[in-house]
């Protein structure tokens, strides 16, 4: 499989050069030239098998010719080495825990398999490979986690001192090893300022190979496809209508991906916070990126998301066919707290911020679709967000790892916003 560039500026890439690289230099996407479609007997039997099953003969054809079968099922079987419950709260509706993993969010599943496709294809390569990433909490959470202990690979992650939660600090600056957490005074636009520039910079990289392991990869695309095959597993009659709390729009994409390779589904919403750019298009086939706006579900505050190239991609920009499948809704804080306590004395059942977005838009669109049930991804643990205490007043059952991380002490680097003070860090490492 080949992949050319959402901006077509750039040369083809296979998997290995696309994983390597991250983003082509044209500053677009990586896009697959086909989308595989899936066989007849696959879509029959899936259910019948494994997970890690189901993960390998969906990632083959994207990875045909630059992993091997034996390897990709190693891989995938490392990868998803967890459970993804799918959980009854109403009789039309209900919520697929992504958070049963190591940081207890979904982008555990593409950070793992990204770092061990790095550690594959690094294997062959003289030079140590350097993996930078800035973050507003789940995503360096996922990628340190993900690349713990992975031979070869030095991690350096950047996030802003004070604006992530307790648990996910923790989960960043408590593994040491080949982990470096630099806690940067700054906000998180800051950190990915100084990830550009490293990113680009020559002296670095006459040092070390450096890549990014930021969630365009599609490493950490692709393999989200496999949450919506795990739903399925677990359902019983009419495809759902898929409610997926968005931000940068990779994980939506993917489920859009699997539909159009022929995976049943009764249609996808966008259930995004007051961050709109998505739904204003919806309503009026306009897309005008703007600056992010701060929510609850602040893993969603993003204003010009950057998945929504591979969404224009897979339905040929043609705006018709994208609202045939696809809706976008905005939730404001107001109703993701009402959601959030109504489901709670309701039904007893914890939702984060994230998940309540998508719960909150999946129940709007079924009063309007009275034949339909729906599933929303519940896409982190709430006790990874200090708001869920402030709202419900507790966080339910705190899970071992996480009372586990409580005794843990923080390591970090305290840094100003500065890139030279990292540079100096990094090329010391090295
Ligand atoms: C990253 C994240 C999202 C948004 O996912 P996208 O793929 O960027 O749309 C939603 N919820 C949580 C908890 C996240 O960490």
Known sequence: MHYFSTNHRSAYADFREAVLKGQPDDGGLYFPECIPKLSHGFIKSFSEMENPQIAFEIMRPYTAGAIGDED??????????????LVSITDRISALELFHGPTLAFKDVGARFMSRCLRYFSADQDNKTLVIAATSGDTGAAVAVGFHGIEGIEVVILYPSGKVSRVQELQLTTLGDNITALEVDGVFDDCQAIVKRALADKDIQRKIFVTSANSINIARWLPQQFYYFFALKQWNGTAPVFSVPSGNFGNICAGILANASGMPASGFIAACNANATVPDFISTGQFSPRDSISTLSNAMDVGDPSNFARILEIFGHKYPRIIERMNAVSISDAETTEVMKRVYEEVGYFLDPHGAVGFKALEDQLSERPDDRGV??????????DSVERILGTFGSIPVEVSELLQKEKRSIRIPSDYETVKELILSMV
Request: with cysteine; charged share 25%; glycine share 0%.
């Open 376 to 385: 929303f991804l519940e896409t982190a643990h709430p006790v990874k967000f």
């Open 72 to 85: 990709l099922f190693a891989i995938c079987e490392e990868t998803i080495d967890f459970e993804f419950p």
